[in-house]
C-alpha cells in the first residue's frame, strides 16, 4: 500500500491552489448570476467542506451577500458550533443559528428507533430543509458543500446534504480540498480535526468508511480520472479488498450522482433524448 | 515585396447560451468597434453566435448562410472582414459548426468544423454533421493584397495533418477559433492541462508551417465548465505578437506584416523543402496495406 502512495514522480493529487480558487470563483459568480441570483446560503458543520464552501462564496461574492447556518441538534458536539463560528469570524459572513433538536425529536417521537444512519440522514434532509426555506427568504441559492471522494463513494445523504443548487466543490477529492483550504487560511482547529459528518457525536469519517481519505483518494484518482483497471491498481500496490471496495461503492451508489430515472416511453424522454443544457439562453 | 500589412483584432469573447440574437448584437458591437479602430480581419472564438455545450439546442440555434443574423454581422464589419462562429444549417439540414467570413454585404462559409469530438466531456457528433475539407480563403486586405487564411476549428488543430493540408495551399495565416474548456488543475507553469496543450501545439504549427496563426478562445462558464480563454497571436517563427490573454473578456490586436513572413521563410524554407510526392507515395502504399480507414 504504502508503495502506491509513495510511487516517485510529482503528487497527481497536488493542486495550484491559486488558480482552482479564481475559477471556483468565476464559476459561482457566473452560474448564479446568469439565473438571476447573487447571493449564497451555506450549511456550516464546523467542518472543513462547509468552510470551504462559506469562504468560496464569501470570495466570489462578497462577504454580505452570504448566510452561513448553522444547524445544531443536542447531541451534536458543541465544538463544531465554537469552529463555525470561527469560520464566520474569518470570512466576515452574516450566520443564523437554528436548533432542529425540536424536529426531529418531534418526528422520532413518533417513530422511535436508535438506528444512528435513520437519525442522521433525517437530520441531514431537515437541514437541507431548512436551508431551502432561508434561501427563498434571502433570494439565494443553496451552495452544496459535497466533495469528489464523499460523491464517488456515495458518502453523503441523498436529498439531504447532496441537495443544493450548485457546487463549488464536486471536482476535488477530500485531500485537494484540504489544499485549497490550507490556502485559503482557514482556521487551524478546522484544518486539523478529523473529518466528521457529525451525524452522531465522535463520529469519524474514516473510521465509518474503514479507510482513510489520504488511501481512497490515490485510489479514486487511479480508478476514475487515469481509468486504470482493477488489476493495474493491484499493481501500484493497493490491497485487492481495498480496490474491490471502492469500486464496489463507486458504482452502487451511482443512482445518487444522477436525477432519479424516468420510464421512458415517449419519442423524447426528459434527461435521456431531451438533452437542454442547464444553462438554456443563459 | 515587403509591402502590405494586415490589422488583426481577436476578440476573445463569452457567448450567451442559445441566445443567437443576444450573442450576435454583442458580436456586432464589438466587431464595429474594431473595424472603427483599424482592423481590417477580426476572429472571433467557436460558435461565438451561439455557445458551445448545445445539445439539442443546435437546430434552434442553427443560422443559414444568408439569414439575416450573419448578414447582420456583415452590415456590422462593413467594408472589412470578421469571422464569426455558428451552427449554420445547410439546404440538405444538416448541422455543421462552421466558420463564417462576414463583411462587405456578404456571409460566405469558409470552414465546416472537420473533427468533431466525442470523447471526454465532448459531444459533437451526436449532434452536429462533420465537414470534409481544409480549403484556404483568400482575404482582399485594404492595401489590395491578398492574404490567404486557414481554418482549423479547436478540435481541427489537434490533427496535425490539418494544418499540415492547409499549409500546402499556401496559407499565410493559420485562424484557430476555439471554445476549449479549461481541465488539469495540477501545479506548474504550463497552466491549465488544456492551456500547456494549446501554448505547445501553436507555437509548433506556427514554427514548422511558418505562418501567422491566431488562436482564438472563448471565456465564461456553461453548465458548470469554464473555457480559459488564453487566446494569442504569434508570428512565423513561433513568436509571441500579442497575448496570451487571460481568462476574462477582452481582445487582442496585432499588425501582420508580410515581410515577417518572407523573412522567416528565407530563413526557414520548409516550405519550399515540404515534398507532399513522398506522403502521397505513402497514403498510395497504405491504401494497399494495412492502413489506417478514411
Redesign the interface.
Known sequence: MSGAAAAGG?D?L???PG??E??LC??LV??MTKVGFDRAVVGLSGGVDSALAAWLSARALGPERVLAVRMPYRASDPRSLADADLVVAATGVAARTIDISPQIDSYFDQVPTDDRRRRGNKMARERMAVLYDLSLVEGALVVGTSNKTELLLGYGTVFGDMAHA?NPLGDLYKTQLYQLARHAGLPEPILAKAPSADLWSGQSDEEDLGFTYAVADRLLYQLVDERRTHEECVDLGFPPELVALVRERVRRNQFKRRLPIIAKLSRRTIDRD????????? | MTAGSLALTCLQTAPRLGDVGASAADLADAIAEARRAGADLVVTPELSCSGYFLRDLVPEVAVAEDGPELLGLARAAGDQWALVGAVVESPDHLFHNAAVLVGRGRARVVHRKVYLPTYGLFDERRYLAAGDRFEVVDLAGRDGETWRLGLCICEDLWHPSAPWLLSLQRMDLLVCPAASPGRGMEPGDGGLGSAASVQAMTRTYAELLTCFLVYCNRVGVEDGVSFWGGSRVLGPDGALLAGPLADDRGQLTAALERGHLRRARIAYPLLRDERPGVVRATLRRLRGGAGPPG
Do not use: H, K
Open positions: 510529482p497527481p497536488a493542486i495550484d488558480r482552482v479564481r475559477i468565476r464559476f457566473e452560474e450548485l431531451f438533452r437542454y443544457p442547464r444553462d438554456w439562453g443563459r
